[in-house]
């Protein structure tokens, strides 16, 4: 058995079989939806500035897709108010969601001063929950 | 009542001109009356395949502009009776064609056939959009190779949704035509079989065409490869295939060609 193996180069249609299957999981995923990251963003922005005043071009939302798990990124600039004692910081805060099938814990990444407390608890991780059903 | 049929895929270069021509000839001689319909305008190879070349004198796109009558452009087959051809234009351009026009010429080619066959050009832009619009019945054709099946599952996912039976409410019924198969290749687990591609796309298998010398050898003659040699491997699993659309039930297998001593020996080990 062994030395035919030997002889033999191993098989490559599983390998084609797998990448379709992973492929085209994602490609039917956003196909009829293609617009899907627009929607994420309106209602996003929606949600946000129901308590701040958000620019139209302050919200940028990014999907990268991977083999195991798919990011949602969402960078909100948020304009620091005149007064000199207002706390948040200038910098834009950025939120990572991670795939259902991974742990589907939010993670507050970048944003010194941990803008998280001005930002109440909750929002990131309802925003990240929409985004990964889809 | 005629059926129209597109034959599409997504990708290029997988059969779908071959198969059209194989399916056609084997449903006309089968005592249907067909119709096949060249939708690719500019890049015309229908006639070439069918050994018509020499007899286009109007196309499609006449047709549908109303510089020439149906019966005019229509040339009939002169070794089966009862199949014709619609040519495309190779001068045209693909915008020439109108999604009214190709309504009205297909309505009126159901009239006078049991089959409209349409052959789709590659790609998903107005020519194969065209092509599988009014279709009842569409034949995906893929080959076993990762680039062919994911252009068939967008193509799948055109016909569920950009057809005009997609948009009244109705479905357009699937099925999977694998070309160029090799049953050794696959056994040995260098290609694609056919319960991946099946799992893959899920939609119901209507033959699998081996791949086969026969092929070239009829598109050189100009001949589709049913009618020129009938007993062949590919010919015999094209006319299961067209036995299938008209409702028979056969069991799907891989018809093979009769191989030498040699090829016996080294063909059963290498499954």
């Known amino acids: 058995m062994k030395l035919i193996n030997f002889f033999r180069r191993p098989s490559t249609a ?38 701040f005043p958000v620019d139209q071009e302050g ?7 991977g083999e195991v798990v798919s990011t949602l990124e969402v960078e909100v600039e948020i304009p620091t108010p005149m007064c000199p004692s ?17 742990t589907s814990q939010a993670k507050e990444l970048g944003g010194a001063g941990d803008p998280s ?9 309802e925003m990240a929950k929409t985004g990964t059903e889809a | 009542m005629a059926k129209v049929l597109v034959v599409t895929s997504g990708k290029g270069g997988v059969g779908k001109t071959t198969s059209t021509a194989a399916l056609g000839a084997a449903l006309a001689t089968a005592g249907k009356n067909v119709v096949l319909i060249d939708f690719d305008v500019g890049l015309r190879n229908l006639d070439l395949v069918m050994g018509a070349e020499r007899r286009v004198v109007y196309d499609l796109i006449n047709v549908v502009q109303g510089d020439a ?10 070794r089966v009776p009862s199949l014709s051809l619609l040519p ?9 064609l109108t999604e009214e026009g190709v309504a009205q010429v297909i309505g009126e080619l159901k009239e006078k056939f049991d089959w409209v066959i349409c052959d789709s050009p590659a790609g998903i832009e107005r ?3 065209l092509a599988m619009r009014y279709a009842d019945i569409a034949i995906v054709v893929t080959n076993p190779e990762v680039s062919s099946v994911r252009d068939s599952d967008r193509i799948i996912g055109l016909l569920d949704s950009k057809t005009k039976r997609a948009e009244d409410g109705e479905r357009v019924e699937k099925h999977l035509l694998l070309t160029r198969f090799d049953a050794v290749r696959a056994g040995r687990g260098e290609m694609l079989n056919v319960a991946d591609v099946l799992e893959i796309l899920s939609i119901p298998l209507l033959g699998i065409i081996p791949e086969s010398s026969e092929v070239l ?4 003659l100009g001949s589709p490869v049913t009618l020129n040699n009938p007993v062949s491997a590919p010919a015999r699993a094209y006319f299961d295939a067209a036995k299938r659309l008209n409702g028979e039930a056969l069991e799907v297998i891989v018809p093979s060609d009769r191989k030498g001593l040699f090829g016996k020996l080294f063909g059963r080990r290498a499954a």
């Open chain 2, 88 to 96: 495309a234009s190779q001068t045209r351009d693909k915008d020439a």
């Open chain 1, 14 to 51: 599983p390998v084609a079989r797998e990448r379709l299957q992973i492929l085209l999981a994602h490609e039917r995923a956003v196909s009829g939806k293609s617009d899907l990251i627009a929607i994420l963003r309106e209602e996003i922005m929606a949600v946000i500035a129901k308590h």
């Open chain 1, 117 to 125: 407390e001005f930002i109440y608890d909750e929002a990131p991780t």
């Open chain 1, 86 to 102: 207002f706390p948040l910081p200038a910098k834009p805060v950025k939120v990572a969601a991670v795939s259902p099938d991974e």
């Open chain 2, 69 to 78: 009558k149906l019966p005019q452009a229509l040339i009939r087959d002169k």
């Open chain 1, 59 to 65: 919200i940028k939302v990014k999907m990268e897709r």
């Open chain 2, 217 to 220: 050898r009829a598109s050189n």
């Open chain 2, 127 to 129: 020519g194969a959009t």
